[in-house]
């Protein structure tokens, strides 16, 4: 294999394995803030519970996450060792910001996890989820900054091989920033609520203590809310990414949709088989106009098609697939956290009805698949480039020898710490009733309200 | 915009961020080593529960200290991105792997119902490797290792490998980390009032304090072999180094003599200080000999003041946040003792 191929390869590796942890690492502290503050609120030791559970094994998954954050961190240096002494000169100041945010976080989650049993007022605990809270969305909020440089570069002019006039806030606000930092963030929020949601629908479906089903139903019903208004959310900044990529980045939109003619009233392809030669797509199930109307609000918006852009600058035409499975795995999750609300409130139905829990049960695993595919269709759908316009992925790389040795080594470590990772969650929970952790946590005698 | 030396606040910060990241990872990572070793002695019971009392709280702050001033790094001088990325892809892989595996199997073992052997052993050994592994990025920096080819700069494994300045340099950072977390403990334990743990700890620390003096010496000597250069600029820092020794000397009385282990860690902080500074001003103009200098280096103007500024603020959060930290889990002696807490 050649080196660029096997570069982007330990780094997609790397990235994929990282961002189940970063998005969790985002999304979970807004669950801990909110079943801490309802447990404190209305002084139930159930939600209580929940907090300390999900806090601990929380810990696990952000250790997870850390070491492998570190990887990328300095795996970009590694690898691609010129788009770094590039990136140093322009956009060096959100990655710094991204340290201070992760560090700001990184004392406070020490201190929020070890002083359970620290605080007479418990709400003086609660506030410590706040800089946690603000720490993990900032660093999500820094690091989108600088993929989206990457995407849409900007703060600096070219002349002759150098950059001059670099402006660092420029950079870091440049043109993608706001509409990437919203869906980024939103889809955290919206993955980490739902994961939670599929653990509570499996302790309902399959469960040894029977006296935990309310513990369960009460996390059920909090982390579907919280999914439910997010992935509303993901709805509104999907939306506003598409309409972004049309004015920004047409080859990107283009690519995603087999978009080949640049035309008003432009369909919107879903599924489908792709003839590169000939151009044709089959067995997809066409929206008339509902391209166009996505990318301007209106039925006659002219979308720009793949064949006026330069063939050596298309993407690769598989980032369709991906963005149909994150549309589709996304609204699974919305449309279920709809039906959940619907039966509960509206029908005389059982909304724990065990087929109804299985439907809740994949929306966790759904959403993390779609936050995978989201990325796989962003990252590829700027290739060739690195920076886009500037530098390409071929001109980044590392000269150095044995990428072949340091892909399988991160491999094998990535496998190791999956399952490890996973082993270790599982006999945390699987061994322990959430009602005993009551009673050790607040005594015997109390009752959940 | 003011008129900063930017090339010289760069390499102060971040060489005082590696100061940081030295002292506590050295008693972070020396600390899951003793752990293991207490494991293997039959000394847990006196020792593990002050170990991970206070590991637990901080391991996450020591890998952040890291992750700075790497990205620092690349921030203030870009090149290094090129230089030390494209060399050390073999030997930066292999030390990425170590500070994996010691960081999740810490966190796996520290929150698994039952604590296993062979996990404390992976995070107890890779805590001296790491150093090792890491050690080798200033050996490489002292120049000699790297050649520029056609393609770009290549790595002399098998020069690095075989050079006696390269072994020097691995052993120095394996017995400095055993060295200063020993001390540390011997004071966490004083603290705690335990004085089974301070006797153990205390006798580790004295234990290790010869072949620090030792390996400090032969530094010395192979970098003279190595750099003469450096090892002359060196010499123009001759108090530094004296008063490196005589901290150490006065630590290791204290210890010996069982009295003010707080000054005496504050000693050995002083010890690494004035050795690890005075090997920092020595070696400037350099980062890497002879292709990385600051003056040449320092990325454009715009960004070095805006990093500048981003510190600054960057520390007026984190220092108050850390001092909290370390009052509540350092300095507060009845979280060290491990009285009952009065809570919700």
Same mark, same amino acid.
């Given at each position: 294999?050649?080196?660029?191929?096997?570069?982007?390869?330990?780094?997609?590796?790397?990235?994929?394995?990282?961002?189940?942890?970063?998005?969790?690492?985002?999304?979970i502290p807004i669950v801990i803030m909110v079943m801490e503050f309802l447990g404190i609120k209305n002084k139930d030791s159930q939600y209580m519970t929940m907090a300390r559970r999900i806090a601990k094994g929380f810990t696990?998954?952000?250790?997870?996450?850390?070491?492998?954050?570190?990887?990328?961190?300095?795996?970009?240096?590694?690898?691609?060792?010129?788009?770094?002494?590039?990136?140093?000169?322009?956009?060096?100041?959100?990655?710094?910001?991204?340290?201070?945010?992760?560090?700001?976080?990184?004392?406070?989650l020490?201190?929020f996890l070890?002083t359970w049993n620290?605080f007479?007022?418990p709400w003086?605990h609660w506030l410590l989820n706040?800089?946690i809270v603000?720490?993990?969305?900032?660093?999500?909020?820094?690091?989108?900054?600088?993929?989206?440089?990457?995407?849409?570069?900007?703060?600096?002019?070219?002349?002759?091989?150098?950059?001059?006039?670099?402006?660092?806030?420029?950079?870091?606000?440049?043109?993608?920033?706001?509409?990437?930092?919203?869906?980024?963030?939103?889809?955290?929020?919206?993955?980490a609520?739902?994961?939670l949601?599929?653990?509570a629908?499996?302790?309902?479906?399959?469960?040894?203590?029977?006296?935990?089903?309310?513990y369960?139903?009460k996390g059920?019903?909090v982390t579907?809310?919280i999914?439910?208004?997010?992935?509303?959310?993901?709805?509104?900044?999907?939306?506003?990414?598409?309409?972004?990529?049309?004015?920004?980045?047409?080859?990107?939109?283009?690519?995603?949709?087999?978009?080949?003619?640049?035309?008003?009233?432009?369909?919107?392809?879903?599924?489908?088989?792709?003839?590169?030669?000939?151009?044709?797509?089959?067995?997809?199930?066409?929206?008339?106009?509902?391209?166009?109307?996505?990318?301007?609000?209106?039925?006659?918006?002219?979308?720009?098609?793949?064949?006026?852009?330069?063939?050596?600058?298309?993407?690769?035409?598989?980032?369709?697939?991906?963005?149909?499975?994150?549309?589709?795995?996304?609204?699974?999750?919305?449309?279920?956290?709809?039906?959940?609300?619907?039966?509960?409130?509206?029908?005389?139905?059982?909304?724990?009805?065990?087929?109804?829990?299985?439907?809740?049960?994949?929306?966790?695993?759904?959403?993390?698949?779609?936050?995978?595919?989201?990325?796989?269709?962003?990252?590829?759908?700027?290739?060739?480039?690195?920076?886009?316009?500037?530098?390409?992925?071929?001109?980044?790389?590392?000269?150095?020898?044995?990428?072949?040795?340091?892909?399988?080594?991160?491999?094998?470590?990535?496998?190791?710490?999956?399952?490890?990772?996973?082993?270790?969650?599982?006999?945390?929970?699987?061994?322990?009733?959430a009602?005993?952790s009551r009673?050790?946590y607040y005594?015997?005698?109390?009752?959940?309200? | 915009?003011?008129?900063?030396?930017?090339?010289?606040?760069?390499?102060?910060?971040?060489?005082?961020?590696?100061?940081?990241?030295?002292?506590?990872?050295?008693?972070?990572?020396?600390?899951?080593?003793?752990?293991?070793?207490?494991?293997?002695?039959?000394?847990?019971?006196?020792?593990?529960?002050?170990?991970?009392?206070?590991?637990?709280?901080?391991?996450?702050?020591?890998?952040?200290?890291?992750?700075?001033?790497?990205?620092?790094?690349?921030?203030?001088?870009?090149?290094?991105?090129? !230089?030390?990325? +494209?060399? =050390? /892809? %073999? &030997?930066? #892989?292999?030390?990425?792997? @170590?500070?994996?595996?010691? *960081?999740? $199997?810490?966190?796996?073992?520290?929150?698994?119902?039952?604590?296993?052997?062979?996990?404390?052993?992976? !995070?107890?050994? +890779?805590? =001296? /490797? %790491? &150093?090792? #592994?890491?050690?080798?990025? @200033?050996?490489?920096?002292? *120049?000699? $290792?790297?050649?520029?080819?056609?393609?770009?700069?290549?790595?002399?494994?098998?020069?690095?490998?075989?050079?006696?300045?390269?072994?020097?340099?691995?052993?120095?950072?394996?017995?400095?980390? @055993?060295?200063?977390?020993? *001390?540390?403990?011997?004071?966490?334990?004083?603290?705690?009032?335990?004085?089974?743990?301070?006797?153990?700890?205390?006798?580790?620390?004295?234990?290790?304090?010869?072949?620090?003096?030792?390996?400090?010496?032969?530094?010395?000597?192979?970098?003279?072999?190595?750099?003469?250069?450096?090892?002359?600029?060196?010499?123009?820092?001759?108090?530094?180094?004296?008063?490196?020794?005589?901290?150490?000397?006065?630590?290791?009385?204290?210890?010996?003599?069982?009295?003010?282990?707080?000054?005496?860690?504050?000693?050995?902080?002083?010890?690494?200080?004035?050795?690890?500074?005075?090997?920092?001003?020595?070696?400037?103009?350099?980062?890497?000999?002879?292709?990385?200098?600051?003056?040449?280096?320092?990325?454009?103007?715009?960004?070095?003041?805006?990093?500048?500024?981003?510190?600054?603020?960057?520390?007026?959060?984190?220092?108050?946040?850390?001092?909290?930290?370390?009052?509540?889990?350092?300095?507060?002696?009845?979280?060290?003792?491990?009285?009952?807490?009065?809570g919700y």
């Amino acid at each position: 294999m050649d080196d660029v191929l096997l570069g982007r390869i330990i780094t997609a590796s790397t990235l994929s394995f990282h961002i189940i942890f970063a998005t969790l690492g985002v999304g979970i502290p807004i669950v801990i803030m909110v079943m801490e503050f309802l447990g404190i609120k209305n002084k139930d030791s159930q939600y209580m519970t929940m907090a300390r559970r999900i806090a601990k094994g929380f810990t696990v998954t952000i250790a997870v996450g850390v070491v492998t954050g570190t990887i990328i961190g300095l795996q970009l240096s590694l690898i691609w060792p010129d788009f770094m002494r590039l990136g140093g000169q322009l956009i060096a100041l959100p990655l710094f910001m991204e340290t201070f945010a992760f560090f700001f976080e990184a004392i406070f989650l020490g201190i929020f996890l070890y002083t359970w049993n620290r605080f007479k007022n418990p709400w003086h605990h609660w506030l410590l989820n706040i800089p946690i809270v603000i720490g993990s969305t900032l660093s999500a909020v820094f690091i989108t900054s600088v993929n989206s440089f990457m995407n849409t570069p900007a703060g600096f002019d070219l002349a002759e091989d150098a950059f001059v006039n670099v402006d660092p806030i420029a950079a870091m606000f440049n043109p993608s920033v706001y509409v990437r930092v919203f869906h980024v963030v939103a889809t955290a929020y919206m993955t980490a609520a739902f994961i939670l949601a599929s653990i509570a629908a499996f302790k309902l479906i399959k469960n040894k203590f029977k006296k935990d089903r309310e513990y369960h139903m009460k996390g059920l019903k909090v982390t579907m809310a919280i999914g439910l208004v997010m992935s509303l959310l993901t709805i509104v900044a999907g939306d506003f990414s598409a309409k972004f990529l049309h004015n920004e980045q047409p080859e990107k939109l283009a690519a995603m949709e087999w978009h080949f003619e640049t035309e008003p009233y432009a369909d919107l392809v879903l599924f489908g088989v792709l003839d590169e030669e000939t151009q044709e797509v089959n067995y997809a199930l066409r929206i008339p106009w509902a391209l166009s109307f996505l990318s301007g609000n209106s039925f006659d918006t002219e979308v720009t098609g793949l064949n006026d852009i330069p063939e050596e600058e298309h993407p690769p035409m598989v980032i369709h697939y991906f963005f149909d499975l994150m549309v589709f795995f996304g609204m699974y999750a919305f449309g279920v956290s709809v039906i959940y609300f619907i039966v509960k409130k509206f029908t005389r139905f059982n909304e724990h009805h065990p087929a109804l829990l299985y439907a809740y049960f994949l929306t966790g695993p759904l959403s993390m698949m779609a936050i995978e595919a989201g990325w796989f269709l962003a990252e590829m759908g700027r290739q060739p480039w690195i920076i886009r316009g500037y530098m390409r992925v071929a001109e980044a790389v590392t000269n150095a020898d044995g990428l072949g040795l340091v892909l399988i080594a991160f491999i094998i470590l990535y496998i190791i710490l999956g399952f490890t990772c996973a082993y270790v969650l599982i006999k945390m929970f699987n061994n322990s009733s959430a009602e005993a952790s009551r009673a050790e946590y607040y005594g015997e005698g109390v009752d959940a309200k | 915009m003011m008129d900063l030396n930017y090339e010289l606040i760069g390499i102060t910060v971040l060489w005082t961020f590696l100061y940081g990241y030295i002292i506590v990872a050295a008693i972070d990572f020396g600390a899951g080593f003793f752990n293991y070793y207490a494991i293997e002695t039959g000394q847990h019971r006196t020792v593990s529960h002050i170990i991970q009392r206070y590991l637990s709280p901080v391991w996450e702050v020591t890998n952040v200290f890291f992750v700075f001033f790497f990205v620092g790094i690349v921030g203030f001088y870009p090149d290094t991105a090129y !230089y030390l990325g +494209t060399t =050390l /892809l %073999i &030997p930066g #892989s292999i030390a990425l792997i @170590l500070l994996a595996i010691r *960081g999740s $199997y810490y966190a796996f073992n520290a929150s698994a119902t039952k604590p296993r052997k062979s996990w404390a052993f992976l !995070y107890g050994v +890779t805590g =001296l /490797l %790491i &150093p090792a #592994s890491l050690s080798v990025v @200033l050996v490489i920096s002292e *120049g000699g $290792y790297i050649y520029e080819d056609g393609d770009g700069v290549q790595l002399n494994i098998q020069e690095l490998f075989f050079s006696s300045y390269a072994w020097t340099i691995v052993f120095l950072a394996i017995i400095l980390v @055993l060295y200063i977390s020993s *001390g540390f403990l011997t004071y966490y334990a004083s603290k705690a009032k335990n004085k089974d743990a301070m006797e153990t700890f205390r006798n580790w620390f004295l234990i290790w304090s010869l072949p620090m003096l030792v390996i400090s010496q032969f530094t010395f000597l192979s970098l003279r072999e190595h750099n003469y250069e450096h090892f002359q600029s060196a010499q123009d820092y001759w108090y530094l180094f004296g008063l490196s020794l005589l901290a150490m000397i006065i630590a290791v009385f204290l210890i010996w003599k069982k009295r003010n282990f707080g000054l005496a860690f504050i000693m050995i902080m002083l010890q690494f200080g004035f050795a690890f500074y005075g090997y920092g001003i020595s070696k400037l103009p350099y980062i890497l000999y002879p292709y990385i200098d600051i003056n040449t280096s320092v990325v454009n103007e715009a960004m070095a003041f805006s990093l500048t500024v981003a510190f600054v603020l960057g520390l007026l959060l984190l220092i108050p946040s850390l001092i909290l930290l370390l009052r509540l889990f350092i300095f507060n002696a009845e979280y060290v003792e491990g009285k009952n807490e009065e809570g919700y």
